[in-house]
Structures are given as C-alpha cells and as structure tokens.
C-alpha cells in the first residue's frame, strides 16, 4: 500500500462528517475523465514521495478530538490487500471509516462490510451495466468482462443495504447520453442515494478536455431520473 496524500480536513468526503481524507496509490482502470493521474500512473507513482503510515496515524490520534471520519480514496483502495489492516487500526482510534470504490473487487467490499470495517461506502458507476462496450470505453479500454460483472456484483451488495453508502455518476457529453443515464436508474430502483456530478474541466489521463452537460439538461435528467430511483445532483466531485 502506497499513501500519496492526505486532506488533513473535509466537510464533503463523508456526509454529516468532519473528515481526513487518506489518498492512495495504484489503480486498475484508466478511466478518461480521470484528474488524478499522479495516484494511478505508475510512472507518476514512482516519482511521489511516500507518507509513512506512522506520520498517518500520529496525525490521526492528535486530531481524535476533532475529526470524526477518515475517507480512503485512491486510486483504487481495495487493489491493496493489506486495505483491512490499514483500516482496522484507524477503527481502534475511534473514527468512522468511509471508503471510495469503483466497485471492481466485490470480495475485499463484501468482507469489509462483513467485519464492520467500513460505515460508508461511496463506488462509483461510470456507464450503464447492460453495456460492456460503453463501460469499457469510458474505462481507458483496459475493462474485462470479469471485471465488469464484478463492478455489479458490488453494486447489489450495496444495494442489499448492510452498510450505509452512496452511488454517483460523473457525466460528460462524449460518453453519455440523458438515456444512459436513465437506464442507470432503472438499474439501481431500490439505491438508497444516486448522485450526478457534471464533468470539470481537469488535466485528465487521457490529455484529453471532455464536455459537461449544461446546468439545465442535469437538472432535466435528474427530473426525469426520480421517477426510477433517488437521484440527485451534486455540483461538487
């Protein structure tokens, strides 16, 4: 496990939550729209300065009276197979735990779930789930299709609700169209919390500048979404 950067405080990462926000390294996708190529590219990884886990932790415990939560974000977190032991000592300090995932690898979330190692999880759901060829686009190209039916088997274990968590999407006009985003939310009818974020205007992986939706045509899909589900629009990523 790689720690490339943490947020000594956040009021958005884990809602309701003061929160740190612990960043790390290494990703299995390659994700277009993606604005964190330093904690994905492993030739931007080698180059970073790792924070030991003991600066973590001595942070963690003088901030105790103050933070309530720590966000784990990446990258992609459960790439790393030590994520529960990590995890498990920021629990012995008192904090709530969220985690970010792109929902790849359903065992690691079924078994933090399971351990009550996690009280938050935010994954995100880049493409509809009927369509291997759009998920794979978006994605860099790199998805699989085990990868892919295991992207939905973590979705149905959030939906199963044994942890609280939300899902989100972030649009962009080269990949979605309003009736993408609308099967997504036939797809997730019983989601507690759906979010739509509007794409912004980054340095991406793919070098590439990508177009947000206009105000009005989120808030038009949003309308038309909640006759599925419990979806809203976020106007932070």
């Known amino acids: 496990m790689k720690i490339l950067g943490l947020q000594k405080q956040s009021l958005i990462e884990y809602p309701g939550r003061i929160s740190a926000v612990v960043f790390l390294g290494g990703c299995n996708l390659r994700c277009c729209f993606c604005y ?30 103050f933070l309530e939560a720590v966000a784990i974000s990446g990258g992609e977190p459960t790439i790393n197979e030590d994520l529960p032991d990590f995890i498990k000592k920021i629990k ?23 351990k009550k190692l996690v009280d938050y999880v935010a994954m995100d759901i880049k493409h509809r789930l009927d369509n291997f060829k759009k998920y794979k686009e978006i994605t860099g190209g790199i998805l699989t299709k085990r990868m892919f039916e295991n992207i939905k088997k973590s979705v ?3 939906l199963s609700g044994k942890v609280d968590y939300e899902l989100r999407t972030t649009v ?40 947000p939706f206009k105000e009005k045509e989120v808030e038009e899909i949003v309308k038309e979404g909640q006759e599925f589900t419990n979806i809203k629009y976020r106007k932070y990523l």
């Open 36 to 65: 964190v190529p330093h904690l994905v590219l492993p030739e931007k990884i080698e180059n970073q300065k790792e924070i030991p886990q003991r600066e973590i932790f001595s942070f963690l415990k003088e901030r105790k009276n």
């Open 156 to 158: 149905k274990i959030l």
């Open 172 to 211: 962009m006009k080269e990949f979605h169209k309003k009736e993408d985003i609308l099967e997504i939310c036939k797809e997730i009818q019983e989601a507690k919390i759906y979010y739509l974020q509007n794409y912004q205007k980054n340095s991406t992986i793919s070098r590439k500048t990508f177009t």
């Open 92 to 114: 012995k300090l008192g904090y709530l735990v969220e985690l970010e995932t792109n929902g790849t690898n359903p065992k690691m979330l079924k078994y933090l779930i399971d």
